[in-house]
């Protein structure tokens, strides 16, 4: 069974990478290291934890590696097993603004906000200044799923907070119940056109990629790019950052990678003294911060920044479409 | 003409003299704009509004929340003073229970105007979620329009039997519509029991579900964390000021009324003093609300929510903010403390200044709030800093404002506006057919 083999593979890595499998969201540099997967005799029994948590024992030559491909499971309830974190260490951004460019090009964003916003933060006049990317926090007791009055926003097992763009009604009560300011409105017709052909829309449309199509009258933020995790993929944001600023991965396996290093979550919170944002609220965020201690320098950020731009327009000489 | 027939020319239903229908034609004409805006919106989407991501929510919603406060007025100026016995509510508690009406029909439709998709409304229903404030008020709305509309119409009945008796020869047709409505009414003792107690037992509904209805309002922004609507305070807050709103609106509308109708010797200063005094109450405790939720928090504010009181009290929203708390809110309170400024036209006056300010107050509430996000306003246009409704908004709203006031209108022009049935009983005219009446006791 599928699922028995992914958690498998979790125990492996919890026994110290007996085996070498690689996990889904290990990828990046750990990958390639499922292909040289292989068993040698037979004989020799695995214990292994089903997906129920029962111990098993099998015929080590019964294993197999397993190609990563969709991996069916309810939209709504999410990937079994999964609690998708991310870390992002403000100590290497400098806005370079890679990740939001990802994010814009990947969800087909046409608005004027952007989905992750790279914030220039300075606390008071005597603390320094610093950048800041903002993304959905994806909480685990989400405001927005609260307010929403036909679920059309919901909170799934490993984590997400998603939305239906079908069901939504567009009433809004998640953007003023949001604290983060993370939810954007697609207060007119999308047109995404020019980058959407309609055969992918209708063979992919799912909350699972967010953007895939843009419904108009309905709210849309970050996903967490569940399309990617099943695809064993990190999120654009994660890959596009060319200081490592984004680390991805599974709280349940304490372990995250920004697709260079692979790193234990609980260690790198303790060594960095990471936080959330705005804790106090209790709405327990699924992004944790590393402060910008030893950070690399500020001003090199300020050339990137645009106060008053988060999306980038195709024609530059096409003025504010909305203005009207 | 004996006094019977006198009490029907003068509170029947009369034709609209040239006045009424230039008005009736300025009502017209403002729905008419509004409906081409709406159309327009429902083609091109919210983006012809000035909301966008940070005020998410503009003049709909502030205008939604004065229309739910002044429905309020049934709550308090029937109802409670109905249960309290006070005779002196009786020319005013038609008026009232009209207003109430059109102002939670309204209150309905404009939600619906601010839904960016209108078209799944029935997902309200189909995936309802009980957590969601939405949902309370998707709940709330309809059953206190329901009660309200009881409460306007079965009193009505005797009145509209009344009608359609006096018309039965030189108005037929009228007579007929009126006999439609007026359910077979004809005084039975078993009619006249029933619609005793179904009148007291909506009395007693109309209360709490005002109550209710004010608080959930207040809930669907004290559910957020947004500052100036994260307070325990708000849904006290919200059913004072529609005390205010809703009693403010109510003797605007029975001094007009009055005026228009030449009902001098029906609506007397007397009862406008009165009123007078149940609207100085209303405003008093409204200021110290007002007190509550903008003074107290002043020593304990934290850096967002001393943003959001400066824009109010010093900053961008300074002007409308203290002409709406000064003109609209303590002037009132005070000059309503005495007497002549309790005089039918001082109090109209005052009233409509009450009003107005009742309206803005509500845009004060909803939109300076949304301005100040925990996370600076960075990466979007510099008008997304700024709000102010378009002309979309503009037109749609006067339109919701002037639907309510062509229900009101109407209404007035169709329904006797004070009960002819209990006059004529109370005065023992010989034509009641009211088992209390005074002639028939006498006759006993």
Known sequence: ?????????????????????????????????????????????????????????????????????????????????????????????????????ACNKHHFVTGDNAWLKVYKMQETEDTSPYWMPSLCMHCDKPACVTVCPVDATFKREDGLVLIDNDRCVGCRFCMAACPYSTRVFNWNDPKQEFELSMDVVEQMHSPEHAGMPSVKGTVDKCDFCPHQAVKGELPHCVTACPNGVFYFGDKNEDTVTNGNETVRLSELLEKNAGYRLFEEMGTDPSVYYLPPKDRLPFEEGLDNYNEFESVEKPDATVENPEAS | MSRYEQLIKDLGPQKFNMRGKLWMG??????????????????????????????????????????????????????????????????????????AVACIIMAGITIIIDMARPDRMLNLFIHARLQSPITWDVIIIPTFMVVSILLLYFPLLPDLAILRDHYAKTKPRLSKIYGFFALKWNWAAQQVKLQKRSVHLLALMIIPLGLILESIDAYLFSTTYRVGWDSSNFAPYFISGAMVAGLGALITVAYIIRRDKKLESYITDYHFDKFGKLFNLALLIYVYFNINEYVVPLFTSKKAESEHLETLLSGEYALPFWLVSIAGLLLPALLTLFKRFRKPRALFYIAVVAVIGAWWKRYLIVTPTLLHPFLPIQGVPESWRHYFPSLHEWLITSATLAMALLIITLLVRYVPIISIDRLAAEEGLPESKHPESKHKEAAV
């Not at chain 1, 593979?9 to 070498?20: A, D, I, M, P, Q």
């Not at chain 2, 300025?26 to 709406?38: K, N, P, S, T």
């Not at chain 2, 012809?48 to 049934?74: E, K, P, Q």
């Not at chain 2, 709550?75 to 016995?85: F, P, S």
């Open chain 1, 1 to 101: 069974m599928e699922e028995n083999n992914k958690d498998a593979r979790r125990k492996f890595l919890n026994n110290g990478w007996k085996l070498g499998l690689a996990s889904i969201l290990g990828a990046g540099a750990l990958a390639h290291l499922k292909d040289g997967f292989a068993f040698e005799g037979s004989g020799e029994s695995i214990e292994l934890m089903d997906a129920d948590g029962n111990i098993i024992e099998v015929d080590s030559t019964e294993l197999e590696a397993m190609a990563h491909h969709m991996v069916p499971h309810d939209v709504r309830k999410g990937i079994p097993g999964r609690k998708f974190v991310m870390v992002v260490d403000l100590a290497k951004c400098q806005n370079a603004l890679a990740c939001q460019r």
């Open chain 2, 26 to 99: 300025f009502l017209l004409l403002l729905i008419a704009a509004g409906v081409i805006a709406y159309i327009d919106q429902l083609i091109q989407g919210q983006v012809v509004t000035n909301m966008r991501d940070y005020v998410l929510w503009g003049v709909y919603i502030s205008n939604f929340v004065y229309f739910v406060a002044t429905s309020f007025v049934a709550a308090i100026a029937v109802a409670a003073l109905r249960l309290t016995n006070s005779e002196w509510r009786r020319p005013f508690v038609r008026v009232a229970e009209i207003v």
